[in-house]
T-cell receptor, first 115, second 113 residues
Framework: GAVVSQHPSWVICKSGTSVKIECRSLDFQATTMFWYRQFPKQSLMLMATSNEGSKATYEQGVEKDKFLINHASLTLSTLTVTSAHPEDSSFYIC???????????FGPGTRLTVL | AQSVTQLDSQVPVFEEAPVELRCNYSSSVSVYLFWYVQYPNQGLQLLLKYLSGSTLVESINGFEAEFNKSQTSFHLRKPSVHISDTAEYFCAVSGTSYGKLTFGQGTILTVHP
């Protein structure tokens, strides 16, 4: 299957700062990538669908101005958490759409802690 | 709208014992069903999927799941588990041929020697 990497694997930042998380498809050109958030002991919740060369589609309740997604190339999508607050502390996971029906390939995740 | 419920948050078992991880879903449309596994410090990996055809699907490492439309279930089973099966397992559903997944809460399977 496809290989997806995320950077950084973990990050600690101060409240009010912005954090950028990178998601790279290492061996596949991904026109679609997905961003998920996972709070402790909870399931993955889809935040947005990122399409190469166009605006991301956000799920209901996700602030698009707070979680900026850029998918400028077929191998890179970025999620920027702007003006981060402690409640944004979570595990952020990206995936790329793959070639099979509904088969997604997931990155290892980025743990964000906002102090 | 779709939802997925994994009835057990944690399942401890002994090595070589059988195991069943339960998953129920609700959807107003036809669904595609998936089980993903997440080993410690790794990303989610697809374990098996049901798209159409035979309701019993199998993985290469001995897991199987059966799609039961009348009971809206997709339980995951393995007749004899190994220590290496220790991981968190996520059931997921999608209602479109290519699109977003709705995940269950996850079940942590811990296999003891």
């Amino acid at each position: 299957g496809a290989v997806v990497s995320q950077h950084p694997s973990w990050v600690i930042c101060k409240s009010g700062t912005s954090v950028k998380i990178e998601c790279r498809s290492l061996d596949f050109q991904a026109t679609t990538m997905f961003w998920y958030r996972q709070f402790p002991k909870q399931s993955l919740m889809l935040m947005a669908t990122s399409n190469e060369g166009s605006k991301a589609t956000y799920e209901q309740g996700v602030e698009k101005d707070k979680f900026l997604i850029n998918h400028a190339s077929l191998t890179l999508s970025t999620l920027t958490v702007t003006s981060a607050h402690p409640e944004d502390s979570s595990f952020y996971i990206c995936s790329e759409g793959g070639t099979g029906i509904n088969e997604q390939f997931f990155g290892p995740g980025t743990r964000l802690t906002v102090l | 709208a779709q939802s997925v419920t994994q009835l057990d948050s944690q399942v401890p078992v002994f090595e070589e014992a059988p195991v069943e991880l339960r998953c129920n879903y609700s959807s107003s449309v036809s669904v595609y069903l998936f089980w993903y596994v997440q080993y410690p410090n790794q990303g989610l990996q697809l374990l098996l999927k049901y798209l159409s055809g035979s309701t019993l699907v199998e993985s290469i490492n001995g897991f199987e799941a059966e799609f039961n439309k009348s009971q809206t279930s997709f339980h995951l089973r393995k007749p004899s588990v190994h220590i290496s099966d220790t991981a968190e397992y996520f059931c997921a559903v999608s209602g479109t041929s290519y699109g977003k997944l709705t995940f269950g809460q996850g079940t942590i399977l811990t296999v003891h020697p």
